[in-house]
Nanobody, 123 residues
């Protein structure tokens, strides 16, 4: 069974940057669409970004457009979320999720989920 592992979360000051990684040890993510989601305390989980299995299609939450970039390196079996110009409202647990040979979607219909990585933006 595919197990996803996120990494890269940290405490960062407003305006700073982080790069999150999503990997599946022992598996290749080549044929999976990958989504990044986040959940802040007391809020619903929301889709942040997604990338199709080919990498040709991406999508972003409006509030992160121009600041976040999703990419995939199939040779390294990893999907990244580069987060720049971070704001306190970006504070959340970030999750990656995978769907087999699927379109990039921003809703929760993903088969596999990671355990999450904490991102805190604070001065």
């Amino acid at each position: 069974q595919l197990q996803l592992v996120e990494s890269g979360g940290d405490l960062v000051q407003p305006g700073g940057s982080l790069r999150l990684s999503c990997a599946a040890p022992g598996f290749t993510l080549d044929y999976y669409a990958i989504g990044w989601f986040r959940q802040a305390p007391g809020k619903e989980r929301e889709g942040v970004s997604c990338i199709s299995s080919s990498g040709a299609s991406t999508n972003y939450l409006d509030s992160v457009k121009g600041r976040f970039t999703i990419s995939r390196d199939n040779a390294k079996k990893t999907v990244y979320l580069q987060m720049n110009s971070l704001k306190p409202e970006d504070t959340a647990v970030y999750y990656c999720a995978a769907r087999w040979k699927a379109m990039c979607i921003m809703t929760n219909e993903y088969t596999y989920w990671g355990q999450g990585t904490q991102v805190t933006v604070s001065s």
